[in-house]
């Protein structure tokens, strides 16, 4: 997957999905760790822990970082996955502190209802 990533920054998950024969839970996870995204949770003393597929409450870098990245790298181009990594990384530092709390705020609000409903479906905070 590594070599495919290489060859081309602008493929997506459903095509490493497919070219790979893998789940989209693996490709996110083997995404993730050669970014090395998790690494600073851990240094920090954060546990890092896993959730269920498709479940869009329980994650909230999708609606809040993965935007936040998205408008601040639009237009740039990467010849290395290491220059991505670099400048996601670039990014993240200049990210208030606040805003990171907030967001691991409310989904400790999240996981607590999650597991209150039986992980049955829930909406709102």
Request: proline fraction near 6%; charge should be neutral; charged fraction near 30%.
């Amino acid at each position: 997957m590594k070599k495919d990533i290489d060859e081309d920054l602008h493929i997506s998950v459903r095509e490493l999905r497919d070219t790979n024969g893998l789940s989209y839970g693996a490709v996110h996870t083997i995404i993730t760790e050669h970014l090395h995204m998790k690494k600073p949770l851990r240094e920090l003393g954060i546990q890092v822990l896993p959730h269920p597929a498709y479940s869009p409450d329980l994650a909230p870098c999708d609606f809040w970082l993965f935007p936040i990245l998205k408008d601040r790298l639009a237009g740039r181009k990467f010849d290395r996955i290491q220059d991505l990594a670099k400048a996601v990384n670039s990014e993240l530092r200049t990210m208030p502190e606040e805003d990171y709390q907030g967001v691991f705020r409310k989904c400790q609000i999240r996981l607590k209802r999650c597991l209150e409903s039986h992980r049955e479906y829930f909406e709102g905070l």
